[in-house]
């Protein structure tokens, strides 16, 4: 059984854009928090990219290099000679400008053509912020399974392995739960090759895979049987409820068949699914989201912007190719007003936050409008930014 309140880690993998924490994270964190459980963040995604955007790495980079092209070592010392400045204007208000800002990417961008070059197995692309690994697929389980092998016989070499390692200590040691929020496809090999190294590591920590694109899986589970060697968990749809009862439960406050949208590997090797399709959230119960203030600065933006979910779901929900609303159980929720002031007050005060980013699916016109105006009411000064589908009532709302 797990000591109370110990060493709850909360992971978000590589690979997903740097210019903003994710939502993720500091969500289930306040959501732990308010139910007093403590837990740590560790957003590997951002320290992925601090470590391979370094003067350190691109040298590593070059001396890989078995062609020494006079040009391509050219660019490589000029990005070399530059990186460091780089990040650091990225970070700072010279980069409001575009331009400035534009040259910048064009170098984090050079960068990632050399990581390419010297490693032909990955293509990463910070623009895109895609990553391929050409070996695994990650939308085919046996190359998920191969990737896992690979990894636990020590039969791969990969740069995102090489820089993932040097966090597996802290994420091995003193851990009882590492949960590991998995949101996108780009996200899913390094997710698997960081859930084999902690578990190599330190068999004794529990791992639990969570996140939107996770929760697709439930539908195909016995295809990733093997998936159950290194990760104990997977948790299905929002994250909150089924994390906080995985800790009661490891805590030895609730027993297990009693845990809901979750899959684990019983003692017989059986997968016990327990799903519950109706387990949606009353989002107006949700805390503020967490953030981790130690790392805040390190976003490559000009000024911090922080993300904050108005709605879950999609109060649309009628584009044929969508399924975003799937991991909120295709229910819309919107948060009240007083609710959502309350946190963006919360934002200026705790975290000197300026511009605020709206993550929902599609927001509403709805919302814009009654947001605008107590925005206006209460005078709060910030920026903000949001994505909307085009509605005929959008516009007029828009310029009043
Ligand atoms: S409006 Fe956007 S989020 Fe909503 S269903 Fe259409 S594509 Fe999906």
Known sequence: MMKKNRYIKLVF???????????????????????????KQYDINLMVAEHIFSKSFLEVCKNRLKEKNNAVMDIIDFCIDNIEIC????????????????????????????????????????????????LYDPLKSE???KCMEDVESGNIHSWVIECMKQFIEDLSTETDLVGISVSGINQIIPSVMLATMIKKRNPKVK?????SIITRWHEKLNELKFLFNVVDFIL????????????????????????????????????????????????????TPVFDRNILKKYFSPELVLPLLSSRGCYWGNCAFCDHAYTFHNSYRRR????????????ITKYN??????????????????????????????????????????????SD
Request: aromatic share 10%.
């Open 207 to 211: 791992i639990a895979f969570g996140g």
């Open 13 to 39: 993998p590589p690979f997903w854009p740097v210019t903003q924490p994710y939502l993720s994270v500091p969500s289930l964190a306040a959501f732990l928090e308010k139910s007093h459980i403590a837990c």
């Open 336 to 347: 009240k007003i007083n609710i959502l002031i309350k946190d963006i007050k919360e934002y």
């Open 143 to 145: 190359d998920i399974k």
């Open 236 to 287: 299905f749809f929002e994250g909150e409820i089924p994390l906080y009862n995985l800790v009661q439960y490891l805590h030895g406050e609730k027993k297990i068949d009693e845990l809901k949208n979750i899959a684990y590997c019983d003692k017989n090797g059986t997968i016990q699914l327990q799903i519950d399709l109706h387990l949606c959230i009353d989002i107006d119960q949700l805390p």
């Open 353 to 398: 936050a300026k511009n605020i980013n709206f993550h929902d699916d599609a927001i509403s016109p709805r919302i814009i409008s009654e947001l605008s105006e107590a925005l206006i009411q209460e005078k709060i000064v910030i920026r903000w930014s949001c994505e909307a589908r085009l509605e005929k009532n959008l516009m007029p709302t828009c």
């Open 87 to 134: 990040k650091s204007e990225i970070r700072s208000p010279k980069c409001l400008d575009v331009d400035e800002y534009q040259s910048h990417l064009a170098l984090l961008s050079l960068c990632s053509w050399i990581i390419n070059l010297s490693y032909k197995n990955e293509v990463y692309d910070y623009a895109k912020c895609s990553y391929v690994n050409k």
